[in-house]
Nanobody, 128 residues
Framework: QVQLVESGGGSVQAGGSLRLSCAVS????????VGWFRRAPGKEREGVAR????????YYTDSVKGRFTISQDNAKSTVYLQIDSLEPEDSGMYYC?????????????????????WGQGTQVTVSS
């Protein structure tokens, strides 16, 4: 079983930055993928970034490229999402999710239903 706990959300002004953390725990004996997803008010949840734990490959949805950075600290079993130049449209609940992924290099699953483990989410609110 894998557990995920997000932290780092908060209320910030537009133009500011936040670093979200996703602590991964549990028994994982192979490589895995972690994705960050967000649900803005009135919108469906969408994926914004993902990382392959095996080789560190990262991928982003087009709308966040250049402002979002996903990274990992394997020693801490933590995945981060750095968000810079925050915009009001970035407001929402941010979730991290994980899936055991035996392909240790390259891209990770894109669709939400492909992820088996989810955290409870952390709220990000950006004011203009």
């Amino acid at each position: 079983q894998v557990q995920l706990v997000e932290s780092g959300g908060g209320s910030v002004q537009a133009g500011g930055s936040l670093r979200l953390s996703c602590a991964v725990s549990g028994t994982i004996s192979t490589s895995y993928c972690v994705g960050w997803f967000r649900r803005a008010p009135g919108k469906e949840r969408e994926g914004v970034a993902r990382i392959n734990n095996g080789d560190g490959s990262t991928y982003y949805t087009d709308s966040v490229k250049g402002r979002f950075t996903i990274s990992q600290d394997n020693a801490k079993s933590t995945v981060y999402l750095q968000i810079d130049s925050l915009e009001p449209e970035d407001s929402g609940m941010y979730y991290c999710a994980a899936v055991i992924w035996r392909v240790w290099y390259g891209d990770c699953p894109v669709r939400q239903y492909e992820y088996d483990y989810w955290g409870q989410g952390t709220q990000v609110t950006v004011s203009s």
